[in-house]
């Protein structure tokens, strides 16, 4: 890959504090040069230990910009710029700061024209890991720093336990499709890798020296190869703590139909959820109409149409963001489930979401092919 | 290379030179041809008659010999061997009800589960150990030695056998131009050579291995070079009668391609077996120094 | 599977199973069926649909939550679709259930995809058979049980 | 909601196995339903009068009859219905005969049940159904027909003749195809020039037929009644408005190349008329091999000898758009490359030919006038062997299928050879040989007698080269013997193979072809004229390889089609077409990817998705694909299927 390094200083080596002020420099710059006239970032909330997101146009304003905070506060950065280009794209050049999986997300909402990258300078952040908003926030109180964990965590290579599961099994640490990545995975001092020419030109315009970096490769090849080893494990557990009906019911057993995972889920972009439509049978009516016919009332039914239908139409553009999991105030562990199913559905395809925007998702590409199912399974 | 290897009858009888030359020039190219522990016979024509599944046992067990040598591909030498092995692997792979009735036969044995894959030996040599490769091992090049090759039926049909273009096979003429040959193009290459015909009706292959070898010395060959032991017999000792049937007939030897192989590769005339031949390649081979 | 035995020692389990037809080809052929009179089980319930393409995910998983036993979608053969080729569409939705019902151990057989064109009325009957018995021989839908208890 | 449900007894058929009065008994039941009667024959004049007059008194407004499939009498039932002022888009039948009383006769119970769940189901839907009208389209009365071979010309003179303005495209420099290559034709000996020559000149003259030589049809949008054709027509490098046809130009031309014509057997000029009948009678510039228009200067002899200064190297091809309400499509076939078989020296040796070349040798207008000489050396052929099946029926090799003409052609080259070369001996290589025609099998018996031909039932295993003579190997089956043949010539009856280009262009039309390229029909019994796509329709060998009297009828056959589709000024539509709720849609362009008819868009003003129901096939694809049941079938809702499946799936 190619990039830049923002800090020649060697003293400077893998302080945290320089990496945060050499990223916000590099934003500041950014402005600066109108290379674009808005950033989208996380930033630092003074009433809150939680980051907010925030559009800022200054160059000073930088400063506080926290683009490399390890939480993913709520909704993901994909599902703003889906809502601030789905109608038209925007008037000025906006640089956007994104994990990977919010950058593979937005993948996806592109290929169902949700979103649209015109005038966009997608930025992707290395995200070693992240963590639930709930332990960030008690981490925040407690005084512990969750950004110096979570690096302190990426120097000795351990890991972290408190990581989302999303994130213990992320196979994306690094963005594969966006201009630019903040790198901090096999770098010492901050990297600015370059994906695509726009990339090298913004490089190039805010005056950076473009080299080879072949050691970062290495060692994120690494990284995934040692995640790829513990995901398999772990998804296959969590299948088999799901296999069958009954499994699977008991899994359910605590949710309460709230759909905060359809809200917060990127791939959901319905304007209105089919299962919250008028045509979803098990709305309140239909429950009273069920409770006088058959002396029964459906909730069974109604918490497995919704939880499995959704999964049929978003497992395979699923970007294994794990939120959610962290968006169920029930604790129900939902990534157990939409982590190994929506790989195993989109394997089968061999399609992987949100990694090229040229490629089709399946329900969209027409697979000319006999496709293999009517053959005599055997039993 | 460890190869798990199928002899057959003839291979240990009167085609015992074809297997000699092939194990020598094997070894020049690195390939170890490990014959089976306890092979059975290949079944010849019986196994392919669909229904008489008791006849695909011997067949069966041989794959099972080959996968306790270790092995999921299976070399054969006689083109015939090579034919019946295939397709009785081929019809049971296509039919996993009837595998399972043929496993249920042996139950002293494992279950045959359908992975080995049958192979001939020139396809080893094309597509494993390719024809560059030989021709890197060539000390003694054929030049000047115009062969033409005959494939007669077995390799080639049917078509889910054949070990190469059914109409407009190369292989053994790309192996012989490694090897330094020259090759004479017969337009009869894959005519029947009267197979078992020679034994009630001497007649009828009499006459087709006449054309065969004919057309092959109007254009000019000094030698036929094959790949099947029963093709081998009625070319070769059939020849004696025609010369007196056809005044002015040319002899011609011919050879296993192993032969010219191992000739090739320098090694001791001893492994050619030359003596088994009933037209003798002697003067022949001398006249181009290669003996 | 634990869920197979429910019903034994009780009278023999009759499976419902919900079939969805395309009317060009699928439809012809159960009209043909019948006219020629053959006989297959009558657990089949059909629904004549415009294509197999016409088939969303959420009806197989609604007939499932219903209590069916089995679904049974048939279409043209590939390559005969009336209407080009909604059936390759079909195959590419079946897929996703499919991977879905398997990875969650929800007994992905009980839904099958069959090419049944206009003229196979011995085809469908034979499939309405021999899936009706596979069908019977699984069992119920697990979800029945889940909810008597 | 107010349903009526009428069970059909239909005689015994269904009576015979279901209980009548268990259906009646638990339909009325069903909420919605307020009247249930049964009939003997509801089809029958007596049970649809009874339909009406309970649609009048009970005031209903929706019907389910529960009778026989509905591929049978929903039509006969809907217009009965309307008769009445119900719209007949709220009559929906439920098939309890081919579904249940038939295929369940010995377990009435059972059969009972399942029929009360398919009528109750049927109640459902049709609650939810909406009254429509058909769609009415305005249509465009012209005709495209695509290829000037004999079954493109009989489509056009049909049409034509009708009064209709007719749009024939065809991509030679002139029309009449492989039958104006033809010697003779069997089994009547007609010579083309003598009966197809005059149909020729006719298409040339009529007023009604706009004929476009030497041009392409490169694209195609629209529907039926109304389609888009571009058309390309190519540069031919002559004012043919100047053009006389005088064929001066040729005589000059330094350039020889091989007649396409003539297969080879002889060679035309760069400038060159394709044969003296050509219609238009115009000269063209082959391009590649022109040397002024390779080298871009130099020679221009022909312009210089123009007497009518016709020449324009200068020309350009040229798009015109035409707007027509039918197509059809009358692209012929072609014959299988004999190089392709090279057991039988196909490509090799010169005196191997096909047997289209033959057609050429043996035919009197053909480049040796008649004569019957071989290529290699132009000597007299003695003993000529037809090899017939060379690359038919042979699905190890080549095609499967049987090319149907090559038997009574082969017959009539062993007849026609014999005329020519009467101490000559001809053998003919045959698997069986198949006469199915008028005239056919008597022809055949005429060649035997006459043509004193060797048919020989076999195959050929190898033909080669030997002491100056092709050598043909075969086997007789009948007495089980080899057979060798020294041969002077051999004539392959190669194949018939779809026409060059047909993927490219079934792919412009939006239509299918089988795995060979052979254009799909929609149905090939009932509908082999018709492709899946309305209004667009197959006529001749394109459909798959046909004589000339099976190409002239079905030509006739489209042409029929097309009049009948176009008879009236609109056509109506079923109005079963896609809607869109666009209070729901987001515009993910999901139905878009999935509709095949290319009838639905984005609206780039409002992200939302927008249906050419003109286009709309009602295949309800893009329902399926929808993940907000923003887009649904008319009349298919998915509340209509929930409510079924709900039903259905019960116990």
Redesign the interface.
Request: hydrophobic share 40%; aromatic share 8%.
């Given at each position: 890959m190619e990039g830049a390094f923002l800090e020649s200083n060697p003293e400077n080596k893998g302080n945290i504090k320089k990496i945060k002020e050499s990223v916000n420099r590099f934003l500041q710059q950014l402005l600066e040069k109108k290379v674009v006239e808005w950033v989208l970032t996380p930033y630092i909330n003074p009433e809150n230990p939680l980051p907010e997101r925030r559009i800022i146009t200054k160059p000073e304003e930088a400063i506080k910009a926290d683009p490399l905070t390890p939480v993913i506060p709520g909704f993901p950065m994909s599902t703003f710029v889906s809502e601030i280009t789905r109608e038209k794209p925007i008037s000025k050049p906006l640089a956007v700061l994104l994990k990977p999986c919010e950058a593979a997300s937005l993948v996806e909402l592109v290929k169902f024209r949700q979103a649209n990258l015109d005038n966009l300078l997608t930025i992707g952040v290395d995200c070693y890991g992240s963590y639930h908003v709930l332990d960030f926030k008690k981490m925040v109180e407690e005084g512990e720093k969750p950004f110096e964990r979570m690096i302190n965590a990426l120097k000795n290579n351990k890991g972290d336990e408190l990581f989302r599961t999303a994130c213990k099994t992320c196979l994306k640490p690094v963005a594969e499709n966006t201009d630019l990545n903040v790198g901090i995975i096999g770098v010492n001092n901050l990297f600015i890798q370059a994906n695509t020419s726009k990339g090298t030109e913004t490089l190039k315009k805010i005056g950076l020296k473009i080299v080879e970096n072949k050691e970062r490769d290495q060692k994120i090849k690494e990284l995934i190869e040692e995640r790829g080893e513990k995901r398999k494990g772990m998804f296959k557990e969590f299948l088999k703590e799901l296999h069958g009906l009954h499994k699977l019911n008991k899994f359910f057993e605590d949710c309460i139909n709230c759909h905060n995972c359809m809200e917060v889920c990127p791939i959901c972009f319905c304007k209105e959820c089919f299962f919250e439509s008028e045509l979803h049978p098990y709305v309140y009516e239909k429950y009273i109409k069920f409770t006088i016919e058959e002396g029964t009332i459906q909730e069974l039914e109604g918490k497995l149409q919704f939880h499995l239908g959704r999964l049929i139409h978003m497992s395979t553009s699923c970007v294994s963001c794990g939120l959610c999991e962290q968006a169920c105030p029930q604790e129900i562990k939902l990534f157990k489930l939409c982590g190994p199913v929506s790989e195993n559905v989109q394997k089968s395809f061999n399609y992987r979401a949100g990694e090229k925007l040229e490629e089709t998702p399946p329900i969209t590409t027409f697979y000319e092919e006999d496709l293999g199912l009517t053959e005599k399974q055997a039993e | 290379m460890r190869v798990p290897y199928f002899p057959g009858c003839s291979l240990k009888d009167f085609a015992d030179n074809f297997e000699k030359s092939a194990f020598a020039s094997a070894s020049v190219l690195g390939v170890e041809l490990v014959e089976l522990p306890e092979w059975y016979c290949c079944g010849v024509v019986a196994p392919l008659e669909e229904d008489e599944l008791i006849r695909k046992v011997a067949p069966a067990r041989n794959f099972l010999r080959t996968k306790e040598l270790g092995g999921n591909k299976l070399v054969t030498l006689c083109s015939m061997c090579y034919n019946t092995l295939k397709l009785t692997n081929l019809y049971m792979k296509k039919n996993p009800d009837k595998l399972e009735r043929i496993n249920s036969f042996m139950d002293e044995e494992e279950n045959y589960d359908g992975t080995v894959e049958v192979i001939h030996f020139l396809e080893l040599l094309r597509d494993i150990v390719g024809f560059e490769k030989m021709r890197e091992k060539v000390k003694k090049p054929l030049k000047g030695l115009k062969v033409a090759p005959y494939y007669g039926c077995l390799l080639l049909r049917p078509k889910e056998v054949a070990i190469d273009s059914l109409e407009k096979p190369t292989v053994m003429e790309d192996l012989l131009k490694s090897l330094g040959a020259e090759i004479v193009n017969s337009p009869l290459k894959k005519t029947c050579c009267g197979s078992y015909q020679v034994i009630n009706n001497k007649e009828v292959a009499s006459k087709l291995v006449y054309k065969i070898i004919t057309a092959v010395t109007k254009r000019g060959g000094e030698a036929v070079v094959t790949s099947c032991p029963l093709c081998h017999y009625n070319l070769d000792s059939l020849q004696k009668d025609l010369s007196d049937k056809y005044p002015g007939y040319k002899e011609v030897p011919v050879f296993y391609f192993t032969q010219l192989m191992a000739l090739a590769f320098g090694l001791e005339e001893e492994v050619l077996g030359l003596e088994k031949h009933e037209v003798n390649p002697l003067n022949l081979l001398k006249s181009k120094g290669l003996i | 599977?634990?869920?197979k035995s429910v019903e034994e020692g009780k009278e023999k389990f009759?499976p419902?199973i919900?079939g969805f037809f395309c009317?060009w080809c699928t439809?012809?052929a159960?009209?043909?069926?019948?006219?020629i009179?053959?006989?297959?089980?009558?657990n089949i319930?059909?629904?004549?649909?415009?294509?197999s393409?016409?088939?969303?995910?959420?009806?197989v998983?609604?007939?499932?939550?219903?209590?069916?036993d089995g679904v049974l979608i048939g279409g043209c053969h590939?390559?005969e679709c009336?209407?080009?080729?909604?059936n390759?569409?079909a195959?590419?939705?079946?897929?996703?259930?499919?991977?879905?019902m398997?990875?969650?151990?929800?007994e992905e057989?009980r839904l099958r995809?069959?090419?049944i064109s206009t003229s196979e009325g011995l085809k469908f009957?034979e499939v309405a058979n021999e899936f009706t018995e596979?069908i019977r021989?699984m069992g119920p839908n697990?979800?029945k049980k889940?909810?008597r208890e | 909601m107010r349903v009526g449900v009428f069970v059909c007894h239909c005689g015994r058929n269904i009576a015979g196995t279901l209980n009548i009065e268990k259906i009646k008994e638990e339909v009325a039941k069903h909420s919605g339903v307020v009247h249930v009667e049964d009939y003997i024959f509801m089809c029958s004049d007596p049970g649809q009068k009874l339909i009406r007059d309970r649609i009048k008194e009970k005031n209903l407004d929706a019907v389910v009859v529960s009778a026989c499939s509905p591929s049978l009498h929903e039509k006969t039932f809907r217009n009965n219905a309307a008769s009445v002022g119900l719209n007949p888009y709220k009559v929906e039948i439920a098939n309890i005969r081919e579904w249940a009383s038939w295929p369940h006769e010995g377990k009435p119970e059972e059969a009972t049940e399942k029929a009360i769940k398919i009528i109750k189901a049927t109640v459902e839907k049709v609650k939810s159904n909406i009254p429509l009208e058909p769609l009415s389209v305005p249509v465009t009365r012209k005709v495209l027909v695509i290829g000037g071979g004999i079954a493109g010309i009989q489509a056009s003179l049909d049409i034509a003749n009708a009064g209709l303005e007719v749009y024939l495209v065809e991509k030679k420099p002139s029309i009449g195809g492989k039958m104006a290559q033809f010697s003779e034709t069997f089994p009547t000996l007609d010579c083309p020039q003598c009966i197809e020559t005059p149909k020729m000149t006719e298409v040339a003259n009529h007023p009604n037929i706009h004929l476009y030589a030497y041009s392409e049809v490169v694209d195609v949008s629209g529907f039926v009644g109304n389609f888009k054709v571009k058309v390309k027509r190519k540069a031919t490098y002559v004012d043919w408005n100047k053009c006389t046809g005088c064929s001066e130009c040729a005589k000059v031309c330094p350039v020889k190349v091989s007649s396409e014509y003539d297969v080879g057997v002889s060679q035309r000029k760069a400038i060159y008329i394709m044969f003296p009948q050509a219609v238009p009678n115009k000269a063209t510039i082959d391009p590649e091999h022109c040397l002024r228009l390779v080298y871009g200067k130099g020679c221009g002899l022909c312009a210089k000898t123009c007497p009518a200064g016709a020449i324009n190297f200068e020309q350009k091809e040229k798009i015109e758009e035409i707007d027509v309400g039918a197509i059809i499509v009358a692209t012929g076939f072609d014959v299988m490359d004999p190089s392709l078989l090279t057991e039988y020296g196909g490509g090799k040796y010169k005196d191997v030919i096909s047997a289209l070349q033959f057609e050429r040798i043996l035919a009197p207008s053909g480049p040796t006038g008649g004569k019957v000489v071989r290529p290699s050396d132009g000597k007299e052929p003695k003993t000529v062997v037809f090899v017939q099946c060379a690359g038919s029926r042979d699905p190890e090799h080549y095609m499967p299928y049987c090319s149907k003409v090559c038997c009574m052609y082969t017959a009539k080259q062993a007849l026609l050879y014999k005329h020519a070369v009467p101490n000559g001996h001809a053998y003919v290589f045959y698997i069986d040989v198949r006469t199915d025609g008028k005239g056919y099998e008597e022809f055949y018996e005429r060649v035997l007698r006459e043509a004193e031909a060797t048919y020989l039932r076999g195959k050929v295993a190898e033909i080669y080269k030997e002491d100056g003579k092709l050598k043909v190997l075969g086997v007789d089956t009948l007495t089980g013997k080899g057979v060798e043949i020294n041969a002077d010539l051999v004539v392959l009856a190669t194949a018939a193979v779809p026409s060059e280009g047909i993927k490219e262009l079934a792919k412009v039309l939006r239509i299918q072809t089988d795995e060979y390229g052979w254009l799909k029909e929609a149905h090939l019994k009932l509908r082999p004229l018709e492709t899946a796509t309305s209004g667009i329709f197959i006529a001749g060998a394109a459909q798959f390889i046909r004589d000339i009297t099976d190409t002239v009828s079905h030509a006739s056959g489209a042409a029929a089609k097309a009049l009948s589709l176009l008879s009236r000024n609109r056509i109506e539509r079923e109005p079963l077409v896609a809607e869109v709720n666009e209070e729901i849609c987001s515009g993910c362009g999901n139905c878009v990817e999935a509709c095949t008819y290319q009838a639905i868009k984005i609206d780039p003003e409002t992200n939302i998705a927008k249906i050419n129901t003109a286009l709309c096939e009602g295949c309800g694809a893009c329902q399926a694909s929808c993940p907000s049941a923003a887009i649904q079938l008319t009349n298919s809702y998915k509340k209509q299927l929930f409510e079924m499946i709900s039903i259905l799936a019960k116990e």
């Open positions: - | - | 599977m634990a869920e009759e419902v919900v009317r439809s012809e159960a009209d043909l069926a019948g006219t009179r053959l006989q297959y089980p009558p319930r059909p629904i004549r649909v415009m294509c393409g016409f088939i969303d995910p959420i009806y998983l609604k007939a499932f939550l219903e209590g069916a590939l390559g009336h209407y080009i080729n909604g390759y569409k195959q590419t939705r079946v897929k996703v259930i499919k991977e879905v398997k990875s969650l151990g929800l057989e995809l069959e090419w009957a596979q021989r697990p979800l889940l909810k | -």
